[in-house]
Nanobody, 115 residues
Framework: QVQLVESGGGLVQPGGSLKLSCAAS????????MAWYRQGPGEQRELGAI???????YYVDSVKGRFTISRDNAENAAYLQMNGLQPDDTAIYYC?????????WGQGTQVTVSS
C-alpha cells in the first residue's frame, strides 16, 4: 500500500510560481509512474503531467511550457514546479502513482491564484 502526501500549495499572485511536493511511502517508489492531476471549482479532475520510470514526461497543453514535473527516487518524492500561474490554475492538486492495476492518490493540496 502506497501513501502519498502533497505539500507546497498556497496563495500566489498571477504570474507567480509554486513548487508542489509529493512524498511517497509504503512501496518501491522507483517502480511507479507518477502524475499530477488537478480539480478546479465545479470541474472534474484532470491530468496535468506524467513522469514515468525512465523517466520521460508528458504534459497537457494547458500546462506545457509553464509546469515541470520531476522525481527523485532517492527521496521517494515527486515534484511539480509551476511557473507563470494564472487564475485558471486555481485548483486542488493531487499526486497520483500508478503501476498496472495499482493506483494511489494523495489527499490534495490547494493552489489559489489571485491578486
Amino acid at each position: 500500500q502506497v501513501q502519498l502526501v502533497e505539500s507546497g500549495g498556497g496563495l500566489v499572485q498571477p504570474g507567480g510560481s509554486l513548487k508542489l511536493s509529493c512524498a511517497a511511502s509504503g512501496g518501491i517508489f522507483s517502480r511507479y509512474n507518477m502524475a499530477w492531476y488537478r480539480q478546479g471549482p465545479g470541474e472534474q479532475r484532470e491530468l496535468g503531467a506524467i513522469i514515468n520510470t525512465v523517466p520521460s514526461t508528458y504534459y497537457v497543453d494547458s500546462v506545457k511550457g509553464r509546469f515541470t514535473i520531476s522525481r527523485d527516487n532517492a527521496e521517494n518524492a515527486a515534484y511539480l514546479q509551476m511557473n507563470g500561474l494564472q487564475p485558471d490554475d486555481t485548483a486542488i492538486y493531487y499526486c497520483h502513482s500508478f503501476l498496472g492495476r495499482e493506483k494511489y492518490w494523495g489527499q490534495g493540496t490547494q493552489v489559489t491564484v489571485s491578486s
